[in-house]
């Protein structure tokens, strides 16, 4: 997401979606995709230390890409936006399903 605007959409619809479909706090789903690289997927892991994370990952059939899950407690639906912002600035090559 690369388009500001875009991006600013994005997140408004989603925050808005997030209110609407659960009581807050919650625990979130996140899921991601990175090229496997242990250093991308440590960067993930750290974003989300201290936090009570449960974190898995899985590889692809052919290993060239990992997928990271993350279930945690998260506060609002502001919180679960600033951690996917602060993922897609911090991981290159991220993407956030």
Same mark, same amino acid.
């Given at each position: 997401m690369s388009d500001a605007p875009n991006e600013d959409e994005f997140y408004k =619809?989603? =925050?808005h979606q997030l209110a609407d479909t659960a009581?807050?706090?919650t625990i979130y789903l996140y =899921?991601? %995709?990175v090229p496997t690289d242990t250093t991308k997927i440590k960067? %993930? $892991?750290r974003i989300f230390d201290n936090l009570g994370a449960v974190i898995s990952t899985k590889q692809s059939k052919n290993g060239k890409?990992?997928?990271v899950s %993350? *279930? +945690?407690r998260? =506060? *609002?639906p502001d919180h679960v936006i600033f951690k996917y912002k602060e993922v897609a600035e911090k991981v $290159?090559? +991220?993407i956030s399903l």
């Open positions: =619809k989603l =925050k009581l807050w706090p =899921k991601f %995709i960067q %993930i $892991e890409y990992t997928s %993350i *279930n +945690v998260m =506060k *609002n $290159e090559g +991220v």
